[in-house]
Structures are given as C-alpha cells and as structure tokens.
C-alpha cells in the first residue's frame, strides 16, 4: 500500500487536487470573513450589474446564431461549447473595458489581507503601510510603498483569449481545452503579487513557475471556470484572489518550516562520543 500513495501519478493526482482547492477554499473563506465584504459591495457590485448587461446582450443577439452554426457540425450538443464561446466572448469585453483598471487594486487588498490573517505581516509590511491598531487585516492595510498589482494588465491576455476561442468550434475536447489554457496563464498570474513581496527577479520567477507548473494548471483550470459564471464573475476575481493568498500562505510556513529544519540541523552539537583523544 505503501509504493502505491508513494507513486508518482497518486502524487501527482495529490498536487493536483490541492492546487484545484484553492479557489473554492477562496469562496469559503471570503465568504465568512466579514471585513472583506465591502470590498466587493463597494467596489465591484456596481461593475457586477454592468457586467449582467453585457452577458444580456450577447445571449439576446450572439448566442442563438453561433448554437445554429455549431449545431450544423456537432447536433444539440452544440449547446455547451455555443454557451462557452459566448461566456469567453463576455469575459474578453469585460476584461478589456474594466477587470485591469479597475478591479487590480481591490484583489491586491484582499491578497495582503488575507496574508496578515495568516501571519504572514512580515511578508506585506516591507511594501505598504500598515496599522497594526486596526481593528482588522483591512483595515492595517496603509498605502502601498511600492508597485502593487495583483496581475499585470497587458493586451496579450486580451488577444490570448481572442485567438483560443475558436477552440469552442471543435466538438467535445474544445471547450475543456479552452478552459485549461487560459486557466493556466491564470494559475501563473496568481503568483504575481507573491513574487513582488518576495523580490524574486525574472530568473527566480521563471524557476517558481516551473516548479509550480503542474500545480497552476489546476488552480486556474477552476479559477477559469468561475470567472466564466456571468455576474458573479468580478465576486469569484476576489474569492480565487483570497484562494491564491491561502495557497501563498501555506507554501510559506511549509517553506520556513524547512528552512527552520536545516538550521537546526546545521547548529545541531556533534554527536557524543567517549572515545579519548
């Protein structure tokens, strides 16, 4: 029993798993912590209604032509990839017109917050203001000291969802790998933030991500999915957000675990002996 949870695919079903929790854990633990509510009341509710408009119209007047030419090709089931292409089509509007000027900052607050409620202060302190009387993790959080995006806004993810859409063309595997590439860049953006706090360089980066290449597949496989689901899509852009800080946290105290491990170990007196020298 042993060499089979200690193989490689249970391993890497194990990764995988854990990875695609994340989001969800997100959903949770937003949900329950009170002082991140207006966050999203405040803020993104208003561009949540705008966004209901947006998916109105192009259900209204996009969807049922592209279903009819879809249906030509691939029967009824054409339903599912018709109502993806459109969520996709939706999702490229909105991110170009509000997601990169006008939600960023608010996912950067929840990211910090969510750091500090895991006692993780030390990692944000260095690049923002903090309140440490504050009545809570919003609250401390000051004026940052130094650039804070959450994900950098660039035409390429704009044009990089353009160009993967017709994937929802191709019948039964389209639409599954539409979700899974563009959730990858997810995964990848979702380490953004923790990169700045920690000072990597591109190089350091580049390594991360490798590391972490498996695992950012499935957190934005999920991420992706959320995002798809209209007018709630700008709530899910701050739970995935608080997810990815969850995520963040644990691989920091596994991190500093370790590294509090090999310290001890290196200071660790050398070993009795009785022998005479």
């Known amino acids: 029993m ?46 949540s209604l705008i966004s209901l408009v947006v998916y109105f119209l192009l259900f209204a007047f996009v969807f049922l032509p592209q279903f009819a030419f879809l249906a030509i090709f691939q029967g009824w089931g054409a339903w599912v990839n018709a109502v993806v292409l459109t969520l996709g089509e939706g999702l490229v509007i909105i991110q170009g017109l509000f997601e990169g000027f006008f939600v960023d900052e608010c996912r950067v607050d929840v990211f910090d917050a969510t750091l500090i409620q895991n006692s993780l202060e030390d990692l944000v302190a260095p690049h923002r203001v903090l309140y440490p009387d504050a009545p809570n993790a919003v609250r401390m959080l000051g004026k940052p000291t130094s650039p804070a995006i959450y994900t950098p806004w660039s035409i390429i993810q704009i044009v990089e969802l353009v160009v993967f859409l017709p994937l929802n063309l191709i019948p ?58 209209p007018i709630l899509s700008f709530f899910f852009l701050l739970t995935s957000s ?32 009785d022998s005479v020298v």
């Not at 042993?2 to 890497?12: F, G, K």
């Not at 590439?181 to 580049?206: C, D, M, N, P, V």
């Not at 590391?211 to 496989?221: A, C, I, Q, Y």
């Not at 969850?246 to 290196?266: F, G, I, P, Y």
């Open 2 to 47: 042993e060499p089979l949870i200690s193989s490689r695919p249970v391993s890497y079903a194990r990764r995988a798993g854990r990875a695609a929790s994340y989001p969800l854990r997100g959903i949770w633990y937003f949900s329950r912590t009170k002082e991140f509510w207006p966050l999203f009341l405040g803020r993104l509710l208003p561009l």
């Open 242 to 273: 608080t997810g990815a800080a969850l995520w963040t946290a644990r691989m920091e105290h596994e991190a500093r675990q370790r590294d509090l491990e090999a310290s001890a170990d290196t200071n660790a007196p050398p070993p009795y002996t």
């Open 172 to 229: 039964y595997v389209g639409t599954p790998a539409f979700i899974m590439i563009t959730g990858t860049r997810l995964g990848k953006l979702a380490h953004y933030r923790w990169f700045q706090l920690r000072g990597l360089s591109k190089t350091e980066q580049k390594k991360e991500l490798k590391r972490l290449s498996w695992e950012n597949v499935w957190f934005g496989t999920v991420a992706m999915i959320l995002e798809l689901i």
